[in-house]
């Protein structure tokens, strides 16, 4: 008892907010969240005015109503789990960083580097690319293929279930390759009692009848990069020639959507100066073409480009983003799946308690191959000389791998200790980081604000369900496979 008499007690780090008339705390040593009550709330309040020594909170809680045990209960409680601290607690840990043999969840084939459109923001082939395709293979080979795939399943320390998803270039311009994948692939894991799902990400222009067909039959998910109705989409979503795509895919991705049932077909926007009227290209994409999810992101520049978004088009943006989130709440509020991704892939970390030692698995539990065969972090960075970590042909590079994880562990951006959002982002994208600061362990810093202010709407967001319909919050997480 002498010990706990000399804590001086003061907030612990958490991020308060409130919905629905309840008071919340994101607690951010945990990434988790919880309901204040009214004893908690009053412990908060009057560390906000003051430091209090422990026998001084005590009480000031027995004096408020509370016995003297109850009040001795409650303090060490909320010292156990940080929601107050002291000079003696001892600074909460960063998340630890997986082995480096860490098993792998994923790969990411870019099976061809080629594409037939010519986007003017094109990370692998615009004015930031770090890709060094010059004299490497522009189609991947089976051989190759099937390596990748003998590569997943041998480092996948026998997960019950991999995936690998099909990239580009243009994915669709291998398409023959990838047929035979699949089927490589569902054999090889089958054989071993495993699963192996699939999905792609296309421009949508090389669709037919014959690959809607096998993308419905073999179940294989789909991400389409489109910027919206015709004139939006054609701004910078050109062919070679400079004529728009627009024309050319609205039919086939209609003709997608209504074959193709089994999984979700999502659209992908890139935000860029003059494609910012995000409610406009929601409404086209979801409830005109029929997308099942529609998610935006920001170009990745390295800020000087003409079509980066100025910090009106960010706020532009944000505040459209704040309009969707609003009709997500309300749907939720009935029961009913809305399709606005970049909603629904937040809750989806609140809901499983995310608290990340690395913005994404890049390098972790996935890899992206290159049409040589190549190992990258990710998709992003495949072809670029500077970020190699193995070949599908000699198994990964660990001292890469390592190197690569260290700098990207969110332990190591000092900018963000004393971030309360850092549980869900850890930095922001390593590729991003990148383009913008030349290294990829640097913490985005342009996109902060922009960060916690969406992270803080969504945490309101996810306490007004657990308010008003928590059975939505299990319903959504049965359905996203995180319970």
């Not at 490497?136 to 690998?164: C, E, F, N, W």
């Amino acid at each position: 008892m002498t010990a706990l008499l000399t804590h001086v007690y003061r907030s612990g780090e958490v991020h308060r907010f409130a919905a629905e008339g309840q008071d919340f705390i994101y607690l951010v040593s945990a990434g988790a969240i919880f309901a204040l009550d009214g004893a908690v709330a009053q412990v908060l309040s009057m560390l906000d005015a003051q430091e209090m020594e422990h026998g001084a909170l005590v009480q000031a809680l027995v004096d408020a109503g509370q016995s003297h045990a109850d009040a001795e209960d409650l303090v060490r409680e909320l010292r156990l789990a940080r929601v107050i601290v002291s000079d003696q607690t001892v600074a909460a840990p960063a998340p630890a960083t997986p082995p480096v043999d860490y098993p792998l969840q994923a790969l990411v084939l870019n099976i061809t580097n080629q594409c037939n459109l010519a986007c003017t923001y094109c990370y692998e082939f615009g004015a930031d690319k770090i890709a060094t395709p010059n004299g490497k293979p522009k189609y991947m080979t089976l051989d190759t293929a099937k390596a990748s795939v003998d590569l997943l399943l041998a480092q996948s320390g026998g997960r019950p279930a991999v995936h690998i998803t099909f990239f580009g270039g243009e994915t669709l311009m291998n398409f023959p390759l990838l047929r035979e994948v699949v089927a490589y692939a569902t054999e090889q894991a089958g054989s071993s009692g495993r699963t192996i799902t699939f999905s792609l990400t296309t421009n949508a222009t090389l669709l037919t009848d014959e690959i809607i067909e096998f993308l419905a039959e073999k179940q294989i998910g789909v991400t389409v990069s489109m910027d919206g109705p015709q004139e939006l989409q054609d701004k910078r979503r050109v062919y070679k020639s400079g004529k728009g795509s627009y024309a050319v895919i609205e039919p086939k991705l209609r003709k997608l959507i209504a074959r193709h049932r089994s999984r979700a077909i999502t659209a992908r926007v890139t935000l860029t100066d003059g494609v910012t009227d995000v409610i406009r290209i929601f409404r086209h994409l979801k409830d005109d073409i029929g997308f099942h999810e529609v998610g935006f992101a920001p170009v990745t520049t390295s800020g000087t480009r003409d079509y980066s978004l100025s910090d009106d088009g960010m706020n532009s943006v944000l505040a459209q983003f704040h309009q969707l989130a609003d009709e997500w709440l309300d749907y939720a509020l009935k029961g009913w799946m809305h399709g606005f991704t970049n909603v629904s892939e937040t809750i989806g970390e609140l809901v499983q308690g995310t608290n990340k030692s690395h913005p994404c698995g890049a390098g972790l539990g996935l890899l992206g191959v290159s049409p040589s065969g190549d190992l990258s972090p990710c998709h992003r960075f495949t072809d670029a000389d500077s970020h190699v970590m193995g070949h599908v042909s000699s198994g990964i590079d660990r001292a890469a791998q390592g190197e690569f994880l260290s700098k990207g562990h969110v332990g190591a951006k000092y900018a963000c200790q004393s971030c309360w959002a850092r549980p869900l982002c850890a930095g922001g994208c390593h590729h991003e980081a990148f383009v913008r600061y030349g290294d990829t362990g640097h913490a985005n810093l342009h996109y902060c604000d922009w960060i916690r202010e969406w992270t803080g709407r969504c945490l309101e967001i996810h306490g007004a369900i657990s308010v008003k319909n928590p059975e939505f919050l299990e319903k959504f997480a049965q359905r996203k496979g995180l319970s």
